[in-house]
C-alpha cells in the first residue's frame, strides 16, 4: 500500500556531498514525521535526522553542521543533504516515515530499501 524509495547515494571522496532523497508513493492520506537512518558495517542502525510535518528537525551530534535533512510536503519527498563527507559515514541509509494510509485510522511506520553512500579516495 506505502512505498518509501531512496535514491542518490554512491561513492564519493571525503570532503564531498551527496543528496540522498526518499520518496513516499501508495495511498497516503498524511504523513507525519520522516527521517533518515544509517547502519554502517558491522555497526547497529541509528538515527541520522528527523523532521516533523512541520518542519521542525532534529540530528545527530555526529552529522550536525554538516547533514542537512529537509522535506517537500508536496511531494511527498524528504532529502538529505550530506556535506563535508567522513569514511565513518559510509553506511546504508534508510528512509522513514510515519504515515496514515487512506481508510485505515492508525499511524503506520515505514522503510525504505536504503541506499548505500561509501566515501572512499
Known sequence: QVQLVESGGGL????????????ASGSIFSINSMGWYRQGPGKEREVVA??????RTNSADSVKGRFTISRDNAKNTVYLQINSLKPEDTAVYYCNADLKVIGY????NSWGQGTQVTVSS
Do not use: H, K
Request: proline content about 5%; some cysteine.
Open 12 to 23: 564519493e571522496q571525503p570532503g564531498g556531498s551527496l543528496r540522498l532523497s526518499c520518496a
Open 50 to 55: 528527523t523532521i516533523t510535518s512541520d518542519g
Open 105 to 108: 485510522n492508525y499511524i503506520v
